[in-house]
């Protein structure tokens, strides 16, 4: 299914909202490092704005030569795991031409692989790719960035590659790769075992001295996890910098390796319980490596640069902000890390905060910089989703009785295809905890209302349709033979809730007392009070 917006759209290439704390790392919506070079990398930016939800919708728009904003909705793509056919067998494959935006929404993924082919402008955000598992047949990679040039890939979680997981190859330049997980599952041939080939990330594929003039491309912020044995990157030629990256791949090789004439800035990065953090191959010459700053823990071999320094990044950028490596590994794990992490950013209040405590010292500031179309266009639906859908989850029921004074049963509810949700109805005591970023809604607490029947409503906000969920908590009195709470029984009178206090994680906080709603901002001041006569 495609859907397009016969609207003035607000399309945002990169993310809504601000928040800032000391020791900040930024989510931009523009990218740094050599993507930002040669007049910058704007993708789809000024063109429609669709959103697809089948592979052939998004095989047509990735592969038109006008631009285009392509939101990716669900999951597509044939599944061919395991083959062994080196051309991918029946492997779905998404061809991007020039100036286009791709951005995966939350849960969505593509089982295939993505090829970037002799273009440029291209951004690809967010996305979940699943290749069929690896194997060494020289086959097909997950994505394959090839003879292009400004290509920013951002936020994507890229893993079971059949040949690599991300190889950037055949002259590509002014490419950045940020916040990108790769890694590999029990689809691919195991570590060790005839035909494996858990090799990640290649730049630069051959010895023509052709290349000499090319491959000028960021690593920043990225994380090479699970199952990786080899290429963090592997490197021939070009200017690279592999700077605030996360390796924990146990078992490998080797991670990042030095080739022909190969110019690497390998800084501030953290080497987790690995083998060979910086490889100087010795099957080839002319590599001038600069290693500096990186955090080693448990690691064991190679991990020096050579005689002669690298590149000096200030001669081509400035732009990146640079973490120390002590704090790279809380960063790329935390809220807003590597991998498909972002939520829908077609919504303003899409990313208004993190939490602190998930990124450790280092947190996270989202950009505010947001792009326009005013493209209109046909519309061939009335909603850009499937409706909101509610799941409970937890030991506790979602109707319940509680004695006075005692603690209800923890439960929760997840929702999809919606932003955030409201909760009304709650009885005094009971505390709600909305989480936008995980989508879940979580009850507990201790209940000191007055006795009745307490109907609370959940309600979905920014989705395709408003979605309710109802239940019921049941007060009763304390007496000797009462028990605490019970999964059934309700009251055919229903009491209404004098007050109750809703936290929303990663947000301004909201309070609701009687008639009247208090929001205080993320320093806990209060900002205004609404009144609900």
């Known amino acids: 299914m495609l859907i397009r917006n016969a609207v003035r759209c607000i399309c945002l290439i990169g993310l809504a909202g601000a928040l800032s704390f000391a020791s900040a790392v930024t989510i931009s919506d523009q990218p740094v490092g050599f993507a930002s070079l040669n007049g910058g990398t704007t993708g789809g930016t000024g063109g429609t704005v669709v959103v697809v939800s089948t592979i052939a919708d998004f095989q047509t728009y990735a592969s038109s030569t006008s631009p285009y904003i392509i939101y990716v909705s669900g999951t597509m793509g044939t599944d061919v795991t395991g083959t062994t056919d080196a051309s991918g067998g029946n492997m779905s494959v998404i061809t991007v031409k020039g100036d286009k935006t791709i951005f995966g929404l939350p849960g969505s993924k593509l089982i295939g692989r993505i090829l970037i082919k002799g273009v440029s402008n291209v951004i690809v955000r967010n996305m979940t790719i699943q290749g069929p598992g690896a194997v060494d047949v020289d086959g097909q990679d997950a994505m394959t960035i090839q003879n292009s040039t400004n290509v920013w890939i951002d936020h994507c979680d890229i893993y079971d590659g059949q040949d690599g997981n991300l190889d950037i190859v055949n002259t590509s330049n002014n490419i950045t790769v940020s916040w990108t997980k790769f890694h590999y599952t029990s689809n691919s041939v195991a570590a060790g075992a005839k035909g494996a080939h858990r090799f990640s990330s290649l730049i630069c594929g051959t010895t023509d001295a052709a290349n000499a003039d090319y491959y000028q491309v960021t690593m920043q912020y990225n994380w090479w996890a699970d199952g990786v044995t080899e290429r963090m990157p592997r ?41 060979d953090p910086v490889d100087i191959y010795s099957g080839e010459t002319g590599q001038t490596v600069t290693v500096k700053d990186n955090l080693l823990s448990g690691t064991s071999g190679t991990a020096a640069g050579t005689s002669t320094a690298s590149f000096a990044r200030a001669t081509y950028y400035t732009n990146l902000t640079i973490l120390p490596a002590a704090q790279v590994q809380a960063a790329v794990q935390g809220t807003l890390g590597a991998g498909a992490t972002l939520c829908d950013v077609r919504a303003s209040n899409c990313l ?43 030991t506790g029921g979602s109707t319940q009785t509680v004695t006075q004074g005692s603690s209800i049963i923890d439960f929760y509810f997840s929702w999809t295809n919606a932003i955030t949700v409201t909760i009304q109805g709650v009885p005094t005591g009971v505390v709600t905890t909305i989480d936008p970023v995980a989508f879940t809604i979580t009850f507990t607490g201790t209940v000191t209302a007055d006795p009745g029947a307490y109907t609370y409503v959940i309600t979905s906000v920014g989705g395709s349709s408003d979605v309710t969920k109802s239940g019921i908590i049941t007060v009763v009195a304390a007496t000797s033979s009462s028990s605490a709470v019970t999964s059934t029984g309700s009251s055919s009178s229903t009491a209404t809730s004098s007050s109750a206090t809703t936290v929303i994680r990663n947000r301004p906080l909201a309070i609701q007392s009687g008639s009247s709603q208090h929001q205080y901002d993320l320093l806990g001041r209060l900002t205004h009070t609404i009144f609900n006569p």
């Not at 390998?266 to 690995?274: D, R, Y």
């Not at 280092?362 to 950009?367: A, E, I, T, W």
């Not at 046909?378 to 509610?390: D, L």
């Open 235 to 275: 490197v021939r030629y070009g200017k690279i910098d592999v700077v605030n990256n996360l390796v924990t791949s146990a078992g490998n090789n080797y991670a990042v390796r030095a080739g022909l004439n190969a110019s690497i800035l390998v800084e501030a990065n953290a080497f987790i319980g690995t083998k």
């Open 352 to 394: 208004t905060g993190v939490s602190s405590s998930s990124v450790s010292s280092s947190s996270v500031v989202v950009s505010s910089s947001v792009s326009t179309s005013s493209s209109s266009v046909s519309s061939s639906s009335s909603s850009a989703t499937a409706a909101p859908v509610f799941t409970k989850h937890g």
